[in-house]
Structures are given as structure tokens and as C-alpha cells.
Nanobody, 127 residues
């Protein structure tokens, strides 16, 4: 089992920045890929960014390229999502997830590949 706890959400003005953290525990941190997802009000959950087990491969949705960065730090068993130039339409609940059944080189982009999920943290971007 892997337990995930997100933090760092909050209220920010459009154009501002936030850094989300996802603290992991349970299995060894380097045994699973990580992903960040978001679910805006009334919409489906979507992938934001993902990173492979050792951090050498990442991927993110086109709408956040150049603004959001995913990273992971094995020293503190934590994954991060740095979000810059935030937009009001990016208001959502942001959740992190862990995928342990994928090849170690992959940054998985599909939700069904993730076995473990955090509770989520609210991000609200005001205009």
C-alpha cells in the first residue's frame, strides 16, 4: 500500500504561482511513478503531469506546458507540482497518484494505470 497526502493548495490570483506537494509513505518511493491530476467543478478528472520512478521522464498536458513542472525528491519521499501563470479556468481539486505496475522508465498518462490516490487539495484561481 502507498499513502499519499497533498498540500499546498489555496487561493491565488490569476497569473500567480503555487507549489503543490505530495508526501508518500508505505512502499519505497522509487518503486512507483507519480502523477498529478485535476478535476474542475462539474468536469471530469484529467491528467496534469506525470513523472517516472526515478524522475528521468516526465509528461504533461499541452495546456500547462511551459508553466507547470513536476518533480520528485526521493530524500523526502515527496512529489511536487510547481504551477506558474495560473488561470481562473485551472480552479480545481488537484490530486496526486502513484502507479507501481508500469515499466520503470514510463511516466504513465492514463488514470487507470494509477493504483493509489490522495484525497486532493483545492486550488482556486481568482480573476
Amino acid at each position: 500500500q502507498v499513502q499519499l497526502v497533498e498540500s499546498g493548495g489555496g487561493l491565488v490570483q490569476a497569473g500567480g504561482s503555487l507549489r503543490l506537494s505530495c508526501a508518500a509513505s508505505g512502499r519505497a518511493f522509487g518503486t512507483y511513478a507519480m502523477g498529478w491530476f485535476r478535476q474542475p467543478p462539474g468536469k471530469e478528472r484529467e491528467l496534469v503531469a506525470c513523472i517516472s520512478r526515478r524522475g528521468e521522464n516526465t509528461d504533461n498536458v499541452d495546456s500547462v506546458k511551459g508553466r507547470f513542472t513536476i518533480s520528485r525528491d526521493s530524500a523526502v519521499n515527496t512529489a511536487y507540482l510547481q504551477m506558474n501563470s495560473l488561470k481562473p479556468e485551472e480552479t480545481a481539486v488537484y490530486s496526486c497518484a502513484a502507479a507501481e505496475s508500469v515499466d520503470y522508465r514510463r511516466a504513465p498518462v492514463l488514470q487507470y494505470e494509477y493504483e493509489y490516490w490522495g484525497q486532493g487539495t483545492q486550488v482556486t484561481v481568482s480573476s
